[in-house]
């Protein structure tokens, strides 16, 4: 209410509103047009892309769906199941596109000190949020929405790549490392600052390991953008449908560099 210069006196719109609001830009596809719009606004207040671009994603919860073996399997293959087509208020309240990836995450130490040689495998349901900030100002210049299995790296062929930023490093982790993706940042200039992955049954080597430490430095500041997004803004998709799941987290962008945005203000204004 104090971002938008309300009152407690005065007339906030209802929940139902909001969402009514927001569907209508979802069916005009405006989300795109919206983050542009403002992009230019903080090219125009001076915040232009410097210093490279630190890439990264995130996945994204959303309501757990309770399908049916056969129902599972009809999906894989991305066929509607007769009973859902049977019934269309059942299929509007079905998620077709959000998966169930498996989020690996180090295994906790043991009562006994010890720590289990085998990460953990959790199964997680929903969309995943794609991001390139710029170094300088940390701002999101470039974004995209996925299905939770999607590649973190082969959305970089895909346009996540700002072209507008003054320098042309790139930080990422090894999820980006690829031969793929290391021709296309070279064949567009672009210098790979990506994590160096370990040798299959070998250990790291020493050169390697301080290399990646020294980019985890820069790369590690686009972690604080997710926790800005979830823990303040409480992201979480409740919509049905990939499309919906874009204006969605394009919106809560569009938030993250007004909220970016004051703040950088607000620092300039007290040097």
């Known amino acids: 209410m104090r971002f938008l210069g309300l009152e407690l006196s005065d007339r906030v719109p209802d929940a139902k509103?909001?969402?009514l609001f927001r569907e209508r830009l979802t069916q005009a596809?405006?989300?795109d047009g919206l983050?542009?719009?403002f992009d230019a606004t903080l090219r125009n207040a001076g915040y232009l892309p410097m210093a490279g671009q630190i890439l990264d994603a995130t996945l994204v919860a959303a309501p757990k769906q309770r399908n049916t073996n056969a129902e599972k399997a009809d999906l894989r293959v991305e066929r509607i199941p007769q009973d859902w087509r049977d019934k269309p208020a059942k299929l509007s309240l079905k998620d077709r596109h959000a998966c169930w990836p498996l989020k690996f995450t180090k295994a906790k130490?043991?009562?006994d000190g010890t720590i289990p040689s085998t990460d953990l495998a959790i199964p997680f349901f929903g969309y995943k949020s794609h991001i390139s900030i710029d170094r300088k100002f940390r701002?999101?210049?470039?974004?995209?929405?996925?299905?939770?299995?999607?590649?973190?790296?082969a959305r970089v062929r895909e346009g996540l790549l700002d072209r507008s930023n003054t320098a042309s490093d790139v930080w990422a982790d090894t999820a980006y490392r690829s031969k793929a993706n290391e021709d296309f940042m070279e064949k567009h200039g672009f210098v790979s600052r990506v994590h160096r992955k370990k040798p299959h049954l070998k250990?790291?080597?020493c050169h390697i390991q301080r290399s990646n430490t020294g980019k985890s430095v820069i790369r590690s500041r686009v972690e604080h953008v997710f926790a800005?997004?979830?823990?303040q803004m409480g992201l979480f998709i409740r919509t049905v449908g990939i499309t919906r799941a874009t204006m969605k987290i394009g919106l809560a962008n569009i938030v993250y560099n007004m909220r970016r945005f004051?703040?950088?203000?607000?620092?300039?204004?007290?040097?």
Not at 139 to 153: E, H, M, N
Not at 228 to 231: A, F, I, L, P, T
Request: aromatic residues 10%; proline residues 2%.
């Open 109 to 111: 130490r043991q009562d």
């Open 203 to 205: 250990s790291m080597p």
């Open 139 to 153: 701002l999101i210049r470039k974004w995209k929405t996925t299905d939770a299995a999607a590649s973190d790296g």
């Open 17 to 19: 509103t909001v969402w």
């Open 29 to 31: 596809g405006a989300i």
């Open 35 to 37: 983050f542009n719009r």
């Open 228 to 231: 800005d997004q979830k823990s």
């Open 262 to 271: 004051i703040f950088l203000e607000r620092i300039s204004a007290t040097a």
